[in-house]
């Protein structure tokens, strides 16, 4: 049983910057893909990066591709994304999740949940 833990979400300034953590108990942390996916206000959960057990194959969501970053260190079994040149449009609730494959985050294989943390980002 894996579970995790969100942080480092909060108010910022459109342009600013933010990095989440997100902090995974269990050992099945270092072999599960892992990612992030967000949900606005009265919008569907939506994907936005994902990086493989050893930190490589990531993929991010097209509206983020260039400002964000994903990473991981199996050594402290936790995950990050770094959010740079933040904007208006990025402001929802962030969730981590973990997979149960090794490769890369599917929402119809995600084994565990982090409860979220709120991004809000004002113009």
């Known amino acids: 049983q894996v579970q995790l833990v969100e942080s480092g979400g909060g108010l910022v300034q459109a342009g600013g910057s933010l990095k989440l953590s997100c902090a995974a108990s269990?050992?099945?942390?270092?072999?599960?893909?892992m990612g992030w996916f967000r949900q606005a206000p009265g919008k569907e959960r939506e994907f936005v990066a994902t990086?493989?057990?050893?930190?490589?194959?990531?993929y991010y969501a097209d509206s983020v591709k260039g400002r964000f970053t994903i990473s991981r260190d199996n050594a402290k079994n936790t995950v990050y994304l770094q959010m740079n040149s933040l904007k208006p449009e990025d402001t929802a609730v962030y969730y981590c999740?973990?997979?149960?494959?090794?490769?890369?985050?599917?929402?119809?294989?995600?084994?565990?949940w982090g409860q979220g943390t709120q991004v809000t980002v004002s113009s």
């Open positions: 999740a973990g997979d149960r494959g090794p490769f890369k985050v599917s929402v119809a294989s995600i084994a565990y």
């Open positions: 990086i493989n057990w050893l930190g490589g194959n990531i």
């Open positions: 269990g050992r099945a942390f270092s072999s599960s893909a």
